[in-house]
């Protein structure tokens, strides 16, 4: 099945920093890449997405980026908020099944 | 409405009892989810339904056992849990494609379940 991996687990910045979090993604099939923000304690939201036929896909101060070659997909942020402080998950999705990375808790520091 | 409702928010249950998790939507979307999250792990996927048929069982004990009612219900019945089965449990939804295209999920706020 599709395995998901997901650096770092732990990200801290200062406020107004741009923060990077990677995934690579075993099954070349994979063909949609959401990435979800999971506050302390509320449920998982969708952020932003990207299909496999597209290279990269900006909303905001948010941006992700995908190598399909290299199986490798990124989230950026640009000039970090404090309220951008939670749990990232990126997930891979063949045929209605997303798999999960182990998330990354990002801290932004004011 | 662009919301996942789920029912109860908390549960406590003994492993010798039946409750039930409820789910509701009404965004239309026909692909709908469960799925288990340990803290501080990411959520795992137990069951997928597609135009409310079960499409996929991640290998789930059947003391897990999920129903879809209707495009807008989902259910998922408990009965003999252990105490490992605690656990925060979120449905899900998302547009369906007949073909191959994913999309994003709505999440409900969960289940917080624990077994005693």
């Known amino acids: 099945g599709e395995n998901v991996e997901q650096h770092p687990s732990t990200l801290s910045v200062q406020e107004g920093d741009s923060a990077v979090i990677k995934c690579t993604y075993s099954d070349s099939a994979s063909n949609y890449f959401p990435w979800y923000k999971q506050e302390l304690g509320k449920r998982p939201q969708l952020i932003i997405d990207i299909r496999s036929n597209v290279g990269e896909k900006k909303d905001q101060r948010i941006a992700v980026t995908l190598n399909k070659t290299a199986k490798h997909f990124s989230l950026h942020i640009t000039e970090t908020q404090p309220e951008d402080s939670a749990v990232y998950f990126c997930?891979?999705?063949?045929?209605?099944?997303?798999?999960f990375g182990d998330g990354t808790t990002l801290t932004v520091k004011p | 409405d662009t919301e996942v409702t789920q029912t109860p928010k908390h549960l406590v249950m003994g492993m010798t009892n039946k409750k039930s998790l409820k789910c509701e939507q009404h965004m239309g979307h026909r692909a709908m989810y469960w799925y288990k999250q340990k803290a501080k792990k990411p959520p795992e996927l137990m069951f997928v339904y597609s135009y409310e048929k079960l499409s996929i069982n991640e290998s789930v004990p059947s003391r897990f056992s999920p129903e879809c009612p209707n495009s807008s219900l989902l259910n998922l019945h408990l009965h003999a849990l252990q105490p490992e089965d605690s656990a925060l449990y979120l449905c899900?939804?998302?547009?369906?494609?007949?073909?191959?295209?994913?999309?994003?999920?709505?999440f409900g706020s969960g289940t917080r379940l624990t077994v005693v």
């Open positions: 997930a891979a999705s063949i045929t209605g099944k997303s798999t």
């Open positions: 899900a939804s998302s547009q369906a494609d007949m073909g191959f295209l994913n999309y994003g999920y709505t």
